[in-house]
């Protein structure tokens, strides 16, 4: 067993079941009568199953020799761990004041209820423009991902290189499935790239965040109670 399928059974004995509103409100009545800290709970337990779902199934693929799926939803994995980091870059602006309690509240709704399809009255995050946030945490992200968004998309990659190749001696070109070929070596580098990042901000950065907001919301309760937009 390697290293990602190791890390990806531990992650499956180890996702949450459930979240109690109540035992959050036990724990600080003041800090969880404001929804944005569920939203965040929420949130971050709702990446952990999306990404050990969509990187099960690239390691699968993988496994199998389909290059090609495997790297859609890698990339797919990456834009969901870009999620968790952009949350915790926006609970320490608050932390640090330089964005509005109010205003997370609104960007937590966005995050975790946006969509593009009008399911939802939120319309979600360019993903792009979360990455350059993302970026500026892990330099690298971006042009990672922008990579793996050519194995998407129908253009010279996606279509072209990674289905033929030219003979310019007999000036042919021959047509085969080139994806394992070009990418079955780097593929479980990234998956443990974007694992072990996961792991950095679900089990290192997000608690004490979290911790630091309720203890914030404490401290503030009074002026956001007085500065709270009408709903």
């Not at 761990?81 to 205003?103: K, M, S």
């Not at 790239?193 to 950095?200: G, I, Q, S, V």
């Amino acid at each position: 067993m390697n290293v990602v399928e190791q890390a990806l059974s531990n992650w499956k004995n180890s996702l949450p079941e459930k979240v109690e509103l109540g035992g959050l409100y036990s724990r600080n009545q003041t800090a969880h009568k404001w929804k944005a800290p569920f939203r965040s709970l929420i949130l971050r337990e709702t990446v952990f199953w999306r990404l050990h779902d969509l990187l099960s199934q690239s390691y699968a693929l993988h496994q199998q020799g389909h290059g090609l799926g495997a790297r859609i939803l890698l990339r797919s994995g990456f834009e969901t761990l870009a999620t968790l980091i952009y949350l915790n870059w926006i609970t320490d602006e608050v932390l640090q004041g330089t964005r509005t309690f109010h205003d997370f509240t609104s960007e937590t709704s966005v995050l975790l209820l946006g969509s593009r399809n009008k399911t939802t009255k939120h319309e979600s995050r360019n993903i792009v423009t979360i990455l350059k946030h993302c970026d500026k945490r892990y330099a690298g992200i971006q042009a990672l991902y922008d990579d793996l968004c050519e194995a998407a998309h129908p253009n010279f990659e996606g279509t072209c290189f990674g289905y033929s190749s030219v003979d310019f001696d007999n000036h042919t070109t021959v047509f085969q499935n080139k994806w394992r070929e070009m990418y079955a070596d780097k593929h479980l580098d990234s998956m443990q790239l974007c694992m072990l990042t996961f792991e950095a901000e679900y089990n290192e950065v997000w608690p004490p965040l979290f911790n630091k907001l309720e203890a914030w919301i404490e401290e503030h309760d009074a002026e956001l109670e007085a500065t709270k937009p009408a709903e």
